[in-house]
Nanobody
Framework: QVQLVESGGGLVEAGGSLRLSCAAS????????MGWFRQAPGKEREFVAA????????HYADSVKGRVTISRDNADNTIYLQMNSLRPEDTAVYYC???????????WGQGTRVTVSS
């Protein structure tokens, strides 16, 4: 099994930046991809970004493209989400997830809250 621990959330003013981290432990060799999702108050969880563990290709939601960068540190089994030009609508709980089965994100972290003030 893989365990995930997120960190880096907090309160930031609109236009500011935050970097989220997600450290994976356990059977990390079984990861196909890792990603970030978010859930805003009263809304469904949505995809933000993902990175393939092999090859490192990245994918982004249209809503964050150009403002967000996902990256990884294979040596530390950690992924990062650098978020710039934050907007109040980016306010959400951000979840790290890993795909260990090849076609679905099946392991989730506990979430870290990001609040962007206007």
């Amino acid at each position: 099994q893989v365990q995930l621990v997120e960190s880096g959330g907090g309160l930031v003013e609109a236009g500011g930046s935050l970097r989220l981290s997600c450290a994976a432990s356990g059977r990390t060799f079984s990861c196909y991809a890792m990603g970030w999702f978010r859930q805003a108050p009263g809304k469904e969880r949505e995809f933000v970004a993902a990175i393939m563990w092999s090859g490192g290709s990245t994918h982004y939601a249209d809503s964050v493209k150009g403002r967000v960068t996902i990256s990884r540190d294979n040596a530390d089994n950690t992924i990062y989400l650098q978020m710039n030009s934050l907007r109040p609508e980016d306010t959400a709980v951000y979840y790290c997830a890993v795909d260990t089965v090849g076609d679905d994100f099946d392991v989730w972290g506990q979430g870290t809250r990001v609040t962007v003030s206007s």
